[in-house]
C-alpha cells in the first residue's frame, strides 16, 4: 500500500514558509520544496518527486525529518569527516606570517617549508590551495616578445596622447575609436617565472 502524506499542522507550514521566504543556499531551498509541496496538498508523490527532481524516498524522509524537528532538523547537514589540512593551528600562523612577509616567492617554496615543518609532501595544486586559501596570489608576468624594445615601449605610451590629439583635435565632436593591432603571439616568451604576491593588509 503507498504510503500517504498526511497534513503537516499549522504550526510547521508556517515555520516552512518562513524559512522559504529567506535567502536559502541551493541544497537548503530544495529541501524546503519538497515540504512546501507536500504541505500545498495539490500534487502527489510522484509529481513531487518530478517537481523537485528527487527519488520517492527523499520525498518522504524530508517529510519525517520535518514532522520530527521542525525546519531546523530539515536543514541539519551532516557533514563527512575530512582529513585534517597539513598547514593548521601555530604552522598555520607561522606559514601566514612568512607569506605576508614575502618569503615565498615560488610555490615551490611554500612546498619545500611545508615538507619541512610538517613532514608531509603536498603536491604544487595543493600548495597553490593552502595559498589562495591564506591570501596569497599567484602573480604571472605578460609574456613578451623576446626583441621587444623597453625604450621604445616607454616612448610610445608617452607620445601616443599627443599624436592623437593633433589627429582629432583637443576637444573632437564626435566620439573616436582607437585600434590596436596586438602583436602576434609567436616568440612571446615569459622573461620570469612565477611568484607569489603577499596578501594585501586588511
Same mark, same amino acid.
Given at each position: 500500500?503507498?504510503?500517504?502524506?498526511?497534513?503537516?499542522?499549522?504550526?510547521?507550514?508556517?515555520? +516552512?514558509?518562513?524559512?522559504?521566504?529567506?535567502?536559502?543556499?541551493?541544497?537548503? @531551498?530544495? @529541501?524546503?520544496?519538497?515540504?512546501?509541496?507536500?504541505?500545498? %496538498?495539490?500534487?502527489?508523490?510522484?509529481?513531487?518527486?518530478?517537481?523537485?527532481?528527487?527519488?520517492?524516498?527523499?520525498?518522504?524522509?524530508?517529510?519525517?525529518?520535518?514532522?520530527? =524537528? =521542525?525546519?531546523?532538523?530539515?536543514?541539519?547537514?551532516?557533514?563527512?569527516? !575530512?582529513?585534517?589540512?597539513?598547514?593548521? !593551528?601555530?604552522?598555520?600562523?607561522?606559514?601566514?606570517?612568512?607569506?605576508?612577509? !614575502?618569503?615565498?616567492?615560488?610555490?615551490?617554496? &611554500?612546498?619545500?617549508?611545508?615538507?619541512?615543518?610538517?613532514?608531509?609532501?603536498?603536491?604544487?595544486?595543493?600548495?597553490?590551495?593552502?595559498? %589562495?586559501?591564506?591570501? =596569497?596570489?599567484?602573480?604571472?608576468?605578460?609574456?613578451? %616578445?623576446?626583441?621587444?624594445? /623597453? &625604450?621604445?615601449?616607454?616612448?610610445?605610451?608617452?607620445?601616443? /596622447? &599627443?599624436?592623437?590629439?593633433?589627429?582629432? =583635435?583637443?576637444?573632437?565632436?564626435?566620439?573616436?575609436?582607437?585600434?590596436?593591432?596586438?602583436? %602576434?603571439?609567436?616568440?612571446?616568451?615569459?622573461?620570469?617565472?612565477?611568484? +607569489?604576491?603577499?596578501?594585501?593588509?586588511?
Amino acid at each position: 500500500m503507498a504510503r500517504s502524506l498526511p497534513k503537516l499542522g499549522e504550526e510547521v507550514v508556517a515555520e +516552512i514558509e518562513a524559512a522559504w521566504a529567506k535567502p536559502q543556499e541551493e541544497w537548503a @531551498r530544495k @529541501r524546503l520544496l519538497v515540504v512546501r509541496l507536500i504541505a500545498q %496538498h495539490e500534487l502527489t508523490v510522484a509529481q513531487i518527486m518530478k517537481v523537485a527532481d528527487v527519488c520517492r524516498q527523499t520525498v518522504f524522509v524530508y517529510r519525517d525529518k520535518v514532522l520530527e =524537528g =521542525g525546519v531546523a532538523e530539515l536543514l541539519k547537514r551532516d557533514k563527512a569527516p !575530512g582529513n585534517l589540512p597539513a598547514v593548521r !593551528g601555530a604552522v598555520r600562523e607561522e606559514f601566514v606570517k612568512r607569506l605576508e612577509a !614575502g618569503q615565498f616567492r615560488q610555490a615551490k617554496d &611554500a612546498q619545500a617549508w611545508i615538507k619541512k615543518r610538517t613532514r608531509k609532501t603536498l603536491t604544487e595544486s595543493g600548495v597553490r590551495k593552502v595559498l %589562495h586559501r591564506l591570501g =596569497g596570489k599567484l602573480k604571472v608576468p605578460r609574456k613578451s %616578445h623576446v626583441k621587444k624594445d /623597453p &625604450a621604445k615601449a616607454e616612448a610610445f605610451k608617452a607620445e601616443l /596622447p &599627443a599624436k592623437l590629439e593633433a589627429l582629432v =583635435g583637443p576637444m573632437p565632436r564626435q566620439p573616436v575609436r582607437l585600434w590596436v593591432l596586438d602583436e %602576434h603571439r609567436y616568440g612571446l616568451l615569459c622573461q620570469r617565472p612565477p611568484v +607569489i604576491d603577499p596578501p594585501s593588509a586588511v
